[in-house]
């Protein structure tokens, strides 16, 4: 056997590869699609064994596939830009583009010598504007429905880099990641945010779709990230100073509030200075508060980390019991979570006994054990919380119940008597984008100064990085010192106005782009104009039977025409119905009562009109009226949009509906987050089918 020569043999077969174009996708409706998607990589330096283990495997399973009559879609970009890609080009002295561009020329030279199976004409860039303009739209999308906002914030903030750093990026106890001898600060600023807790119920409900086939401990760890906790919010009235308004708390158990040792406050809370303002301990406090709010406790440390506080001065009294406790700032009560403000029972909370044990405050047991010794609080050495072994003791009329009982009881008295209610709290946050550096995503706002902020128009997207800024890793935002970017005009007056100079956090490009990857090079929506893309399913392809043609047909009882209708438009009633609603059950059942009424009116429908938007307002009536029958909001619409704004948004929808065009596929990225799409090259590979691309048939639907 001839020596196997490995700079010949691979060289010759990756050259039939690409003349044969055998990686390159198209539409095949006679294969299964499959979607082999590996995570984009950063291209801030050069490639390590770590990114060939990644691709390597990602390659065996696109080829296996392929090899087993899949038509295999297996793309490639770069997740180009980012605050390592900027340090490191202020490192070497030059532009980031060029240290970018030139570093993805080595990874694309070194993956294709290993010759990965991509169809390289899906390639993607993220620092390039076909592609961040569409950050752009969508910002611009979410900031019309009240889903992105500016407000002020603490956030980490490292003094050399003046950036915002992302907990992450705070290392070896409260030091930048960068500048390891920088003390990391706790400032409050002007930050914009995208509102992902509107979709906080969708994320733990959808979660159930993957208990088959992830694994457990990741579903446990997207669930408690998500941190879906049902309790009771709660109110204390400030003992010492009845004009201020009450503290509430929020807390998953309202069982244990008669063994409430004190009320504790975040450091950040609102109505901290107020309680400080003449309490007899302000003079030692606000030392202590300036350190608390300068270093910042993570959520993952809040177990082990120390637990430091000062009392205010201040009482309040529980609402429960009448009794008078005070009021406490603590380190480890996070104003991101639920209030800002706890109730401390230590008895039945381990945080809580540490805390109170480290300051003297007093300890009483409300929960006794149902079986065992009675807990003393003397003897205590830590907090008894497996409430659901017990009875509650100390508590008033509640003596006797169970925790469970309690609670429901408890909850039920408060909302009577006007001092609480239950409600549903997430642990997961409305994610800040804004980063003070240059490589990055230009947020598309201006500030006028008789309008205020304004949206930067879609035909005047993307707005560009200008190319040559003052970089030096310090100092405030390079685009707040480059006049030409800055100085714009209000695209509502015409008079000058400043464009917004913080960009996107670099995880905005990289939420999407295996969504890109399907349509690299459309660009739909007006200048700057891209090639054309492929036309819309609705469009009437060479030798096509138009829509006119096909409802004529189906009035005729032509069940295979109707079919062909629905096939082409059911699409829209998913996104429609998704957009809506929250549930993916009603969406399912709404689409199955849609597409029957479609059929028995459908000899009414009159053919001067759009089938399309026919049909999307059967499908907003009926989400309409499931959301009359049961007493909800829209989903997308939970902002602070009225219900009647609220119609006016979902109406707009349907305006110009002669079919759906490309800009849907997009809108319905934005809008509907949690469905799957079935366009051009399908499903992310779920194993599973989803609903919206099985296309009914008159049989299954009657």
């Known amino acids: 056997m001839a020596d196997y020569n490995p700079q010949e043999i691979e060289a010759k077969w990756q050259k039939r590869w690409e003349e044969a174009r055998v990686f390159e996708t198209e539409a095949d409706p006679s294969k299964p699609k499959y979607y082999t998607l590996e995570m984009l990589p950063y291209p801030s330096g050069t490639m390590h064994m770590g990114h060939m283990r990644n691709y390597a495997i990602g390659d065996v399973v696109a080829r296996v596939k392929r090899m087993r009559g899949f038509n295999v879609l297996h793309p490639m970009g770069w997740d ?50 076909e592609y961040y303009r569409w950050n752009q739209w969508f910002f611009l999308r979410m900031l019309e429905r009240g889903l992105a906002y ?33 003390l990391v600060e706790s400032r409050e600023l002007e930050q914009w945010f995208l509102k992902i807790t509107a979709y906080a119920d969708q994320l733990v409900d959808d979660l159930k779709q993957l208990e088959s086939t992830w694994p457990e401990r990741v579903i446990t760890m997207q669930r408690n990230w998500i941190g879906r906790s049902q309790g009771a919010r709660v109110k204390f009235e400030i003992a010492d100073l009845s004009s201020v308004k009450p503290i509430e708390i929020f807390t998953t158990r309202i069982d244990t509030i008669y063994g409430a040792s004190a009320i504790i406050l975040a450091p950040t809370h ?166 003070q550096r240059y490589w990055g995503t230009p947020i598309p706002v201006v500030y006028c100064a008789d309008h205020g902020l304004q949206a930067v128009p879609d035909k005047d997207l993307p707005v560009l990085l200008p190319p040559n800024p003052k970089l030096t890793g310090e100092g405030e935002s390079p685009l707040a010192s480059t006049p030409e970017f800055v100085n714009t005009i209000c695209p509502k007056c015409g008079g000058s106005a400043r464009r917004e100079t913080d960009t996107m956090d670099t995880f905005v490009d990289s939420s999407w782009y295996f969504y890109r990857y399907c349509v690299p090079k459309v660009e739909p929506l007006g200048p700057p104009a891209g090639p054309a893309g492929p036309k819309p399913p609705s469009a009437k392809a060479p ?62 429908f009159d053919q001067r009109a759009a089938f399309s938007t026919w049909l999307y307002k059967i499908t907003v009536n009926e989400c309409w009226d499931l959301l009359r029958k049961k007493k909800v909001r829209p989903l997308v619409y939970e902002s602070d949009l009225s219900e009647e704004q609220a119609k006016q948004v979902i109406a707009a929808e349907g305006k110009n509906s002669s079919g759906p065009d490309i800009s849907d596929r997009f809108a319905s990225l934005l809008h509907f987050p949690r469905r799957e799409w079935p366009y051009s090259t399908g499903h992310r590979n779920t194993g599973k089918t989803c609903a919206c691309s099985r296309v009914p048939t008159l049989s299954t639907l009657l």
Request: aromatic share 10%; glycine share 8%.
């Open 543 to 604: 030798g096509a039977v138009d829509d006119r043609e096909l409802v004529r047909r189906a009035q005729g009882e032509d069940q295979e025409a109707f079919e062909e209708l629905l096939r082409r438009h059911q699409h829209r009633v998913f996104a429609v119905a998704g957009g809506i609603l929250r549930r993916r059950e009603d969406v399912e059942d709404i689409a199955q009562q849609v597409f029957v009424k479609a059929y028995f009116s459908l000899k009414r």
């Open 150 to 182: 500016r407000k002020k914030s603490r956030v980490n903030w490292c003094p050399k880099c003046c950036t915002v750093l992302a907990n992450e990026q705070v290392i070896n106890g409260g030091y930048c990641w960068r500048h390891e001898d920088t």
């Open 270 to 435: 609102p109505l901290v200075p107020r309680l400080l303002q003449g309490s007899p301990v302000r003079e030692q406090a606000e030392p202590q508060l300036a350190r608390m709010r300068q270093t910042s406790v993570k959520t993952a440390d809040l177990a082990t980390a120390e637990k430091v506080g000062f009392f205010s001065g201040r009482h309040a009294t529980n609402p429960f019991s009448g009794e008078k406790i005070p009021i406490w700032v603590g380190n480890f009560v996070l104003m991101e979570y639920g209030t800002g403000a706890i109730m401390a029972v230590p008895a039945h909370d381990q945080r809580d006994f540490e805390f109170c044990r480290k300051y003297g405050l007093p300890i009483r047991v409300v929960i006794q054990p149902s079986s065992g010794e009675p807990l003393v609080e003397e003897r205590m050495t830590a907090a008894f919380d497996e409430h659901q072994n017990g009875w509650l003791v100390n508590s008033g009329s509640f003596n006797g119940l169970s925790p469970d009982e309690a609670i429901a009881k408890m909850t039920a008295f408060a909302e009577k008597k006007d001092f609480g209610h239950g409600e549903v709290v997430f642990r997961l946050r409305d994610w800040g984008i804004s980063r």
């Open 80 to 129: 180009a830009f980012g605050l390592p890609a900027e340090n490191a080009a202020i490192k070497n002295n030059t532009h980031p583009r060029v240290w970018t561009n030139n570093n993805i020329g080595e990874f694309q030279r070194t993956l294709r010598r290993f010759g990965f199976s991509y169809d390289w004409r899906r390639e993607i860039s993220t620092c390039e504007p």
